[in-house]
Structures are given as structure tokens and as C-alpha cells.
């Protein structure tokens, strides 16, 4: 077993940091660390009234500070760091692992803060660099992206000679009882579903208008709920690992008054991230406005409902058409009553936690930086199931929405 750091106590590092101290077999020791500290005390508090069998260790830190991050690792000699701060942290956490010899993984891809656009292109570029130094890098092993590249990569193992259509449908079916809230950070979310949306047809991308295309999508255990195309970061490296895709989609449900409360704030400025004047001070609408919105990490008390996150796929296998469905569905309520946290966080989490004993155990461990489906699926699917994530399949069925 191995000892871990995971950088940021919010919804998300609040499941790893839980899930990884109950596994004592990998993990030899769980440490926590994030810019406020009292966070990171708190879920440490928690862990240790309901009983988990390793105690959680917390510190402080920036992890936009380089050598902030190279004291912390230097001092605490882990075997890999989970990141689950914010995008922004990606490259900074990167490069603090290849100086001091530290395995990495995260679940969102690089962002800059003053530019909505997130690609793999910044963390690709890595590649070398992790290789030389004999370590590895695991990008986006939460559940969207994440899951749903093992599932994919699952499918091709098993079920297809050539995968032709993917879609990724993502329902959150819950109730949180808010009348505005983001299931994770607020600030990824909004620069998230603000910007163009865009699909993989034919080789290129199709761009269209944000939320321009929707349609009601039918749910295992929810029924139809109506779901909108918008770009996720997982199109990227799937379309490339998978060049046999002729198309790949990725589809998430959205309320109508969630909707109506994001056209407001957008028609506002509020949803802004160029920087304005306020009493003599230069802030960014979007940061105020994540300040005033509840944190996902607060959600979980009284949330309500499911989720279900699956993937779609037609190809062919031994000469004939063939339809595949694989999805989880995820109670949040019952995430609460497990680890106090709702079911985005938690769906997040468990699957960073199960990468990291992949590569702890060696069976996910090579030097380079990689996506979830460049490994083999098997092993992550089996883990899904045994810690908290059972997954369902269907094959040669009619898919919901036509192709
Ligand atoms: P939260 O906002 O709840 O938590 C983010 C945490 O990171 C906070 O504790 C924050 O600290 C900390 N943090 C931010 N900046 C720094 C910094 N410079 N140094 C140290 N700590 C920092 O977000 P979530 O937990 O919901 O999301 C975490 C990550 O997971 C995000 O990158 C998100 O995009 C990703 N995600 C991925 C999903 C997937 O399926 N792949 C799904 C959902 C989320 P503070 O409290 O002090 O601000």
C-alpha cells in the first residue's frame, strides 16, 4: 500500500479522501490538502466519527503556487497526488509532480482562468516530460470524463470490431431544493454550458449555439427528461483513441428553472469573466457570483432523486449492426447517508479513488500521460462495482433517441 495526497477539500476531495481511508489495503496513508485548511479539518472530523479504519491527515496548501506545492511533496514523500482542486491547478500540480517524482491523476482537463477553453492540448503536452522521469499521469477519472472512457473502452473490448456512434447521456434526476445551485463547482459549471457547444461528425467538429440542440432523452428508472448537446472534454481524447467513430455526442439534462436562472444571470453579466470596476476594485462577475451560490459541497443534506450517466454505442460486431447501453445510476441520498455528499461529488470521486489503486497496485501504471481508455477497462469495471458504483448494461436494443 501506498501513501496518497489530495489536493482540494471540496464536494469531490471530500469522497476521495473518505473513500480512500477506507481502503486501507492501497492506501497507506490519506492526506488532505487545499487553501483553507479548516475545510480539509472538517472532512478529516467526519471521517474519523463515522469510523473509517485510516485517519485523514490535513494541510494547507496553494496549489497555484509551484513551489508551495514542491515543500508539501518534498516533505511528505507521497506515491501520487489525486487533484481534485479546480482545472486551473492542473499544470501547476503537473509540474511540482515531475520535480519531485510524484504520480498523477485528476479529473478535469487544464482550463485557464481568463479564457473559457478547455482541451487536453496543455496536458498532452506533458507527455515526454512524465516518460523521461519514469512517472505517470492519469487524466480525467471522475465520472464524466472518466467513467464513461472506461465504458467505452469496456465496449470495444467486448462487444464491437468497429464503434461508429457514441453518444454520452448525462441526467441529473435529484432535487436539491434550492432554487439555484451547481452540482459542482460553480465556476467550471457555468464557463462549462455558457460556451458554443460542439459534436464529432465525420471526421470534423460540428460546431452549434449553446443549448441550441435538445431533446427529450429516456432514463433507466426516470423516464424521459429533456437533454441538451453541449461539447464535454471527454470527445476529445475518445474521437482520437477511437478513430473508427463516425460520430460521438455528448447530451445533459437540464430543468427549466435552472435554465431560466442561467439566462437571467447571463443577460445580467453576471456569468462574465472579464474583469469590471467595483468600488475601486477589479472583480470578475462569475468568481462574485460563485461566492454568493451555495458550495456543491453543501448540497447533500435533503438532495433527493438520481442520477444516471451511461453510454450509447452502435457499430459492428461479426459482420452485423449491434447496439450497446452501459450506465450507472446513482441515488444521492444514499451518497449522503455513506460518505455526506451528494451524488455529482460522489460519482466524481469514487472513480478517482479507483484509478489511484490501479496504479498503485501496478495494474494501471505506465510512464506518459493518458486518458481512462487507453488502459484496460476490465479491472476499473469490476472495482465500480464493489465500491459503490454497480453498472447495468442492455445490448441490441432500440436506442432512445434515432441515429
Ligand atoms: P469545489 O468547488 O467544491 O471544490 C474545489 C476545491 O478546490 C475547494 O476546496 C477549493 O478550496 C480548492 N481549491 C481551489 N483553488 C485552490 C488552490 N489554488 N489551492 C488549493 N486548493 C484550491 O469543486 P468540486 O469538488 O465539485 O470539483 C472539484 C474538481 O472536480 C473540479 O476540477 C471539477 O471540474 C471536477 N469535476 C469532475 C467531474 C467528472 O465527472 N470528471 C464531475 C464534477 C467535478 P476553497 O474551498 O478554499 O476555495
Known sequence: SKKVIIIGAGGVGNVVAKKCALNPQVFSEVLLASRTLSKCDAIAKEAKEIGLPISIKTRQVDADSVPELIKLFTEEKPFMVINVALPYQDLTIMDAC?????????????????????????????????????????????????????????????YFDEMHYLDIIDCNAGDHGKAFATNFNPEINIREITQKGKYWENGQWVEIDAMSIHKPIEYPNIGPKESYLLYHEELESLTKNFPTLKRARFWMTFG????????????????????????????IPLEFLKAVLPEPGTLGENYSGQTSIGCQIKGIKDGQDATYYVYNNCHHAECYKEVQAQGVSYTTGVPAMIGASLMIQGDWMKAGVYNVEEFNPDPFMEMLNIHGLPWHELHNITLPHEY
Open 98 to 158: 515531475l520535480a519531485t517524482g510524484v504520480h498523477y491523476l485528476d479529473t478535469a482537463n487544464y482550463e485557464p482562468k481568463d479564457e473559457a477553453k478547455f482541451e487536453y492540448s496543455w496536458q498532452w503536452a506533458y507527455q515526454e516530460r512524465f516518460k523521461e522521469a519514469g512517472l505517470m499521469a492519469l487524466l480525467g477519472c471522475g465520472f464524466d470524463p472518466g467513467v464513461t472512457g472506461v465504458y467505452t473502452a469496456y465496449a470495444h473490448k467486448h
Open 256 to 283: 427549466q428553472a435552472y435554465l431560466t436562472h442561467l439566462e437571467v444571470l447571463q443577460n445580467v453579466g453576471m456569468t462574465s469573466i472579464q474583469p469590471i470596476k467595483f468600488n475601486g476594485m477589479d472583480i
